[in-house]
């Protein structure tokens, strides 16, 4: 077995993100939804930090990236839980099925 | 052989914790996982050393997006119905598959530069240069404050009972 490098952490971080992928399209919960969007976001953030590990290690600029992506992230998730929140107070649902008014 | 063994330890939990919040019935147990999952990325942070970015993804991740989550489903009680799949859940298994496919080819199959030098430790000092020195990130971390205030503003906005 090949000692860990670039390659494991790319393919851990794709493995995540594609697990995440499949949640985000597949739930009809609108929290797990949330859920499985900080999973692939977290995998974005591995590949980031790997890339700044092995690929440019002084520089640091994908650890600065990274911090960014968790910054959007936590105004992300606040802003998506508060809408799913408001929606279950008029709706009595988070199901994603059933919230369909702007669909025609 | 030490750092080896870490990374397939912390791989394999993380990976798992990550299929368990998709194929976990209850939403509070797949809210845990979530949990396992954040502080099981953190270690891979420690392993790639990116000190600081661990402690951040702990403090942020662990202490404060999950107690969201987790208080968001307490408060709309939707645990008792699960978290079923919906129409699209063969679809969604196959384009999650291809897209797997996809990334591990064009991952193994990139030629990376890799570079040999040693990485800056410990990072909190050279991150807070980068971002707060000359010639660095400064505009963006204004940004970022001033998207904090508004998130946190529009969220509170929004929930508020009329």
Known sequence: ?104 | MGLDIAFWALAIIGVAAALAVVLQGNVFRAALTLVLCFVAVAGIYILLSADFLAAVQILIYVGGISILIILAVMLTRDVQHGSPSNKLMLPALLVAAVFLGVLVYSVTNTPWVLSVSQPVEPTTAALADKMLGGGGFILAVEIAATLLLAAILGAIVIVREK
């Open chain 1, 1 to 104: 077995m090949p000692s860990v490098g670039l390659l494991h952490y790319l393919i851990l971080s794709a493995v995540l993100f594609s697990i995440g992928l499949f949640g985000a399209l597949s739930k009809r919960n609108a929290i797990v939804i949330l859920m499985c969007l900080e999973i692939m976001l977290n995998a974005v953030n591995i590949a980031m930090v790997a890339f700044s590990r092995y690929i440019a290690p002084t520089l640091l600029t994908g650890q600065v990236f990274a911090i960014f992506i968790i910054v959007v992230a936590a105004a992300e998730t606040a802003v998506g839980l508060a809408i799913i929140i408001a929606i279950y107070r008029r709706h009595d649902t988070i199901e994603s099925d059933k919230i369909n008014l702007l669909k025609w």
